[in-house]
């Protein structure tokens, strides 16, 4: 199929944009998919003074009328979840299984962000003199909400609908892989919701015009708050000017996470949780098993298991619903993954499985004898690549862990849940799992990375945190008596 764009979205309007449209490619086919508007930063601008003229009165709307509307757009998003899905696999060469999962479970992000609006906003202090003193929460004004491609739908949504919650306002800056399903068919559900004009807007832009439209959305004075998620190198620019001019900004960024398998693991759950984290989405995810840290006496057995089993995934074009490994996002990405196996196959490294590259579409591979000085070891490779290293005890486990300028998430694999609290408790990580996958992410709990992977956090009530300012107000009872 291809979409047929409408335009931008601004001010509950569908605008033409000011710059020429932009390709959008099928990875799997390397074609042209669809023809998205080209937003400038003019068109950014128009977004932001829709979203400022709108935001008293959508602060002002009572809370249960805030929560009914995202609870609408999350019934409409399972009405339209095929829509989605038919759209997802072409633009963002995600498998139907990747497809269906993110459909399923993005609605529970607008429904867990309805819940929040009913939670305390504020608390009730002492106070040394006769008067009432309170701390409360209001929207910060304007928030803009930059989404990488990986996971369009529910990384556009954790910007969104919390924000909305606690009565911001919105404007949605997709990346230019996912303009479509990270960004214009939300425009659509939260026109047939029946938000208020411009409350939410939605502008794309290609690859050009990203650097002037996100330093619009960033600098803008109107803008108070930035969601951001992405790289590193982004992030770190984003937040810096952000700081700069006083404002709001939560970000999550890379990851080089590792999973740990202790000697007193199952293997086989280890291998399981491994192949998922490493492989699943091609890799392309934040939070992907990246680094395999393994007991030495489990070793031999796990690596011939977790290569055994990346030999059964297939690899291949999207639209066939049997292949659970479809393609990377682009060249530029493909040609990172190739460097880093061939960097590490020149050190010493042994492709246990895989190891090749068929234009966008790399097999899954698992890499034995790796060195800490290997790039797949050091350096986020965003792709469908589980380097392994040899630990000999618990010290040695933490210290390659740790010994990284990331620190998003981990997962630990033990028997004994006491010694994986233990060493979860060492682990310089925003997130950590014991018995699981690093790959994890609930609506309604606290999000996001240290170090190099980011600052803030989303979900629940850390993300209304993150879109709010905390206010204190007193009402004095009476009339106090001044030293002067």
Not at 173 to 194: Q, T
Not at 384 to 394: G, H, M, Q, R, T
Not at 443 to 451: E, L
């Amino acid at each position: 199929m291809t979409y047929e764009a409408k335009g931008l979205f601004i001010g509950g309007q569908w605008r033409a944009a000011s710059g020429a449209a932009f390709d959008d490619y099928n990875p799997s086919t390397g074609k042209v998919w669809a023809s998205v508007p080209n937003a400038t930063r003019a068109d950014a601008a128009a977004a932001i003074a829709a979203a400022h003229t709108a935001f008293p009165a959508w602060a002002a709307t009572p809370f249960v009328q805030r929560a009914a509307l995202l609870n609408k757009a999350a019934a409409i998003l399972e009405a339209r979840q095929q829509d989605f899905v038919a759209v997802m696999g072409p633009e963002t060469g995600s498998t139907f299984g990747k497809c269906m999962y993110e459909t399923t479970v993005t609605p529970g992000v607008y429904r867990t962000a309805a819940a929040m609006t009913f939670g305390n906003t504020g608390e009730i202090l002492p106070s040394a003199y006769d008067r009432g003193s309170m701390a409360v929460r209001s929207p910060v004004g304007v928030v803009s909400v930059i989404s990488p491609w990986n996971f369009p739908m529910i990384l556009s949504s954790r910007g969104i609908a919390f924000a909305l919650a606690a009565g911001n306002t919105v404007v949605l800056k997709p990346s230019e892989e996912s303009p479509v399903c990270g960004g214009l068919l939300f425009a659509e559900v939260f026109e047939e919701a029946g938000l208020p004009e411009g409350v939410v807007n939605v502008v794309t832009c290609g690859r050009d015009g990203v650097a002037e439209v996100g330093d619009e959305l960033v600098a803008n004075p109107a803008v108070r708050g930035i969601s951001f998620t992405g790289s590193t190198p982004v992030g770190k620019a984003i937040a810096g000017k952000a700081g700069s001019l006083l404002k709001k900004c939560c970000v999550e960024l890379g990851g080089k996470d590792a999973l740990i398998v202790m000697e007193d693991a199952n293997v086989d759950h280890a291998v399981s949780a491994a192949a998922f984290g490493a492989f699943f989405h091609s890799g392309q995810i934040c939070m992907a098993v990246e680094r395999i840290i393994v007991a030495r006496n489990l070793a031999e057995d796990f690596t011939e298991k977790l290569a055994a089993k990346a030999r059964t995934l297939k690899v291949g074009p999207t639209d066939d619903k049997a292949n659970v490994i479809g393609p990377l996002i682009n060249a530029r990405q493909a040609d990172r993954v190739e460097a880093h196996i061939r960097d590490a196959l020149a050190q010493g490294a042994v492709a246990a499985a895989g190891g090749g590259r068929d234009g966008l579409f790399v097999p899954p591979t698992v890499l034995t004898g790796v060195t800490p000085q290997m790039s797949v070891w050091r350096d986020e490779t965003f792709g469908p690549v589980a380097p392994i290293i040899v630990a000999d005890d618990e010290q040695a486990m933490v210290d390659l862990a740790n010994d990284t300028e990331y620190g998003l998430s981990a997962g630990i694999i033990t028997d004994d849940r006491e010694r994986g609290m233990r060493v979860a408790s060492r682990l310089e990580t925003g997130m950590a799992h014991i018995n699981d996958s690093p790959v994890n992410d609930e609506f309604h709990a606290p999000f996001g990375g240290t170090k190099d992977s980011g600052s803030g956090r989303h979900g629940g009530r850390w993300a209304i945190e993150a879109f709010t300012e905390t206010r204190w107000i007193t009402s004095a009872n009476g009339h106090r008596q001044y030293p002067i």
